[in-house]
């Protein structure tokens, strides 16, 4: 299930801020690399981060559903339909470059999902409420990300209280193709609905507490930082400097060479 899974992990009981810097960072050194090699080391780094936080079993699962699709559709493209030279893998002819090219974006993908599935399972989002709250970030902001990221355990519980609703009431999910396609319209339709009346009362007690105001909150109950996690923070940063200054630098090279060539 993806969501906020409690626990007592190092990345659990860190500030908020930390795990969301290290998948931001993540993040940037998967686009940042290029090779096969350098993103097998970067998923890597990222199933080690879900390993700190006690949570493999809450991302590897639908990390690898979401990401397999694209893996099928990129082998395909660039795998099977790349340019020569090819290599032969049992039966099937590879290209040699576009397989390098799938190998590049399919593990680019994974190691994200992983990072940001991690962070969704260590992260709660009350303490980030809390956290953000303490840097004045506005609330608008906030309700807008952490909405992001309960959407789906929201919208999963009330999915599951839906279907066993229809089920009492005699909906059978069963059958042929035809019928379970039917099945969906009193599964869909309660769910979109219900979205929107939640939605609609939300806007209502948040009026009423006064969040249109403008007015600078409190944070009732900061969680605590650390020297060493703003030290960390900032070794993210010039990570992400340093990788994506020699990636710029690599790019720019023959550009330097044709230059000194003129």
């Given amino acids: 299930m993806i969501g906020y899974r409690p626990g007592n ?7 908020p801020y930390t795990p969301l810097a290290i998948a931001v960072t993540l993040l940037c050194l998967a686009f940042a690399a290029g090779t096969p090699a350098q993103i097998g080391l970067l998923t890597l780094a990222s199933l080690l981060f879900a390993v700190v936080g006690a949570a493999p079993r809450y991302v590897l699962r639908p990390a690898l559903v979401l990401a397999l699709p694209t893996w099928v559709l990129l082998l395909i ?10 290599r032969a893998i049992g039966p099937i002819l590879f290209s040699e470059p576009g397989l390098a090219r799938a190998l590049v974006l399919g593990g680019r993908i994974t190691a994200i999902l992983f990072a940001f599935l991690t962070v969704l399972a260590t992260v709660s989002p009350a303490r980030l409420v809390e956290a953000m709250t303490e840097r004045g970030v506005p609330f608008a902001r906030i309700y807008l990300l952490v909405s992001t990221l309960t959407l789906v355990p929201r919208m999963r519980a009330r999915a599951a209280q839906i279907l066993e609703a229809q089920q009492c009431r005699g909906l059978r999910l069963g059958g042929s193709p035809v019928a379970r396609v039917r099945a ?3 599964l869909v339709l309660p769910l979109v609905l219900g979205a929107l ?8 007690a948040l009026d009423t507490r006064g ?6 909150r409190t944070a009732m109950d900061p969680p605590p930082d650390s020297a060493a996690q703003w030290a960390l923070r900032w070794v993210c940063l010039v990570i992400v400097m340093a990788a994506w200054g020699s990636r710029l630098l690599v790019l720019l090279q023959p ?3 044709r230059a000194l060539e003129l």
């Fill in 9 to 15: 992990s190092p990345l659990h009981r860190a500030h």
């Fill in 77 to 86: 493209l660039h795998g099977l339909l790349g340019d020569a030279p090819h």
């Fill in 184 to 186: 969906l319209g009193p």
């Fill in 197 to 204: 009346v939640e939605v609609d009362e939300q806007v209502l």
């Fill in 211 to 216: 969040v249109s105001s403008g007015r600078v």
């Fill in 255 to 257: 550009l330097g060479v």
